[in-house]
């Protein structure tokens, strides 16, 4: 059964840092684009960063350029969003969603991604 799992999120104080996670089971992650979302109540799933397959380019959202840090481990099958310098308003639920071609990270991520799990919930307050 495929399966990708968020993990990492919690309450963190405005200039803290916190590491998700999105591992995936029942499949190889290297054969993915792996993207990750946001959703703050009462807006709209935000794209903020992808990682391509072929050659882990990476790709930012002007919100969290410079502040966040997508990468891969294929041995642990696991994609890490580092984020520091948090902010108030990155508050929301996290999501990893999963795409099979480059083509979906050519820039921030928007559409043509699955998304599997129930996501993690990352709360910047003081």
């Known amino acids: 059964q495929v399966q990708f799992v968020e993990s990492g999120g919690g309450l963190v104080q405005p200039g803290g840092s916190l590491r998700l996670s999105c591992t995936a089971s029942?499949?190889?992650?290297?054969?993915?684009?792996i993207g990750w979302f946001r959703q703050a109540p009462g807006k709209e799933r935000e794209g903020i960063s992808c990682?391509?397959?072929?050659?882990?380019?990476?790709y930012y959202a002007d919100s969290v350029m410079g502040r966040f840090t997508i990468s891969r481990d294929n041995a642990k099958n696991t994609v890490y969003l580092q984020m520091n310098s948090l902010k108030p308003e990155d508050t929301a639920v996290y999501y990893c969603?999963?795409?099979?071609?480059?083509?979906?990270?050519?820039?921030?991520?928007?559409?043509?991604?699955?998304?599997w799990g129930q996501g993690t919930q990352v709360t910047v307050s003081s």
């Open positions: 990682i391509r397959a072929s050659d882990d380019n990476t």
């Open positions: 969603g999963t795409a099979l071609d480059d083509y979906y990270c050519s820039g921030s991520p928007r559409s043509g991604y699955d998304f």
């Open positions: 029942g499949v190889t992650l290297d054969y993915y684009v």
